[in-house]
């Protein structure tokens, strides 16, 4: 049972990246999903949550309007569109499963994935 998130990099402000969360050996149809990102010398930190059934989202006040998280469960995975991207975005991204309904509380999360590491420059 594992989550892996990929498609961090070093991008420049201004643009976009997506990140995948994709969830291996769990039942992903009824988990909600969650992206966290910890900056050097910083708490982790909530970035945004989408539940499984009604399909609802949770985002960070420094992200919304700009991130946009979604999840096909077909392919046991979960997105996390960023545009608009600033410098201050720049942490390891991690995502995360619960079962059923989305939180912005991180002990509330029960699996973790590895982290991938979003770079912004300005």
């Known amino acids: 049972v594992q989550l892996q998130a990929s498609g961090g990099g070093l991008v420049q402000a201004g643009d976009s990246l997506r990140l995948s969360c994709a969830a291996t050996?769990?039942?992903?149809?009824?988990?909600?999903i969650g992206w966290f990102r910890q900056a050097p010398g910083k708490e982790r930190e909530f970035v945004a949550a989408?539940?499984?059934?009604?399909?609802?989202?949770l985002y960070a006040d420094s992200v919304k309007g700009r991130f946009s998280i979604s999840r096909d469960n077909a392919k046991n995975t979960a997105y996390l569109q960023m545009n608009s991207l600033k410098p201050e975005d720049t942490a390891v991204y991690y995502c995360?499963?619960?079962?059923?309904?989305?939180?912005?509380?991180?002990?509330?999360?029960?699996?973790w994935g590895q982290g991938t590491q979003v770079t912004v420059s300005s």
């Open positions: 995360a499963a619960r079962y059923w309904s989305a939180s912005d509380v991180s002990d509330e999360y029960d699996l």
């Open positions: 989408i539940s499984w059934k009604p399909i609802s989202t």
């Open positions: 050996g769990r039942t992903f149809s009824t988990d909600a």
